[in-house]
């Protein structure tokens, strides 16, 4: 088998992989991109462990066991950031990436008290 027909597909799959993590505003999209990117890794994977296992007569296939925990490392990583973009898209209403940067809480509203708390100053009483 020649090796390069399923590098140059890896390196296409990963490329479309990054320009949608750069260029894309949607989370999920985001998301999706990054397991492009991951699938690009797999296949560059078990290429090279059949290119191995003909050329050295390789019988452990350490390219599918590695395969193997990419595809679990990226389902986990799959349920927990769709758990947070759910949580985003709840308390902001968007899950647009550009919209998280910020996050930090700033300080006290214009209602909050001056130690930050949630009752409002006291108001000075007029002179008489």
């Known amino acids: 088998m020649h090796l390069a027909y399923p590098a140059v597909l890896s390196v296409l799959l990963f490329c479309t992989g990054l320009y949608g993590v750069l260029a894309r505003r949607n989370a999920i999209l985001v998301l999706m991109s990054v397991e492009l990117m991951l699938n690009a890794v797999n296949l560059n994977l078990v290429a090279f462990d059949v290119w191995l ?48 940067r910020d996050t930090a ?24």
């Open 53 to 100: 296992s003909e050329a050295a007569r390789d019988t452990l296939h350490s390219g599918q066991a590695l395969t193997l925990f990419t595809i679990a490392i990226a389902a986990a990583e799959i349920g927990i950031g769709l758990a947070i973009v759910l949580a985003v898209y709840r308390a902001r209403g968007t899950s647009a990436v550009d919209g998280l």
């Open 105 to 128: 809480e700033t300080g006290p509203g214009p209602l909050d008290g001056p130690d930050g708390s949630g009752t409002p100053a006291p108001t000075p009483k007029a002179a008489a």
